[in-house]
């Protein structure tokens, strides 16, 4: 079956724009969730999404936020963007996002920030 | 708080080398521990889990066993391979498996 699907795959904007990303998750997924990995800080979680509900938060400002649709696809945008947002945003999907579930992730969407 | 801390990377083997990459973790909670391995390009793949306490996770030769006593989870392989060369990171989620709490990661390269 088909995995997590990440777009764009490579996207460059300009400081104080803003940007939205989108994930599909693997069909029957109910949960997805988004993480930013950058050199510096590493992979940090920014939230959760499961039954167009956010169930989980990071500790990122409310810059970043993100919705997911009645199909379980979800968006995640950043609005007045900072050169340090420059990163790879990875999107993971799972059944339930129980403990004995398995997150899945997609191959990422690197955005820099110029 | 919830945070894991791995051995500092990179590392670098000769084939068919013993690995060891060293994860230890605090939580709140009693969690679920993670291996995850990034390949070059690619997203993060789930290598192994554990759940509860003394429990063992295993593939492709890889293990790990959860150790409440030292909060441990160390990743050890027998004999590495080149195909192995990639970023292992060790994570935790104390909610769910798409909550989760990651280490920095560690670089393994695998010399013939």
């Known amino acids: 079956k088909a995995g997590v699907t990440q777009t764009p795959r490579y996207l460059i904007k300009t400081r104080g724009q803003q940007v939205t990303l989108s994930c599909s998750p693997i069909s029957g997924h109910r949960s997805v969730s988004w993480y930013q990995q950058t050199p510096g800080q590493g992979l940090q979680f920014l939230f959760e999404?499961?039954?167009?509900?956010?169930?989980n938060k990071g500790n990122f400002p409310g810059r970043f936020s993100g919705r997911q649709f009645s199909n379980s696809r979800s968006e995640m945008n950043v609005s007045t963007l900072e050169l340090g947002d420059s990163a790879l945003y990875l999107c993971?999907?799972?059944?339930?996002?129980?403990?004995?579930?398995?997150?899945?992730f997609g191959q990422g969407t690197r955005l820099t920030v110029v | 708080g919830n945070s894991v801390t791995q051995m500092e990377g990179p590392a670098t083997l000769s084939e068919e080398a013993f690995l060891t990459i060293n994860c230890t973790y605090t939580?709140?909670?009693?969690?679920?521990l993670f291996w995850y391995v990034q390949y070059p390009g690619e997203g993060l793949q789930l290598l192994l889990k554990a759940t509860k306490a003394d429990d063992k996770g295993s593939n492709k030769g890889f293990e790990a066993t959860y150790r409440k006593e030292t909060t441990s989870f160390h990743l050890e392989k027998g004999s590495v391979q080149v195909s192995d060369s990639a970023v292992y990171f060790c994570?935790?989620?104390?909610?769910?498996?798409?909550?989760?709490?990651f280490g920095t990661g560690t670089r393994l390269t695998v010399i013939p």
């Open positions: 999404y499961f039954s167009e509900t956010q169930r």
């Open positions: 939580a709140t909670g009693y969690p679920s």
């Open positions: 993971a999907s799972s059944w339930a996002g129980g403990r004995n579930t398995e997150a899945f």
């Open positions: 994570a935790l989620s104390d909610t769910g498996a798409n909550n989760l709490f």
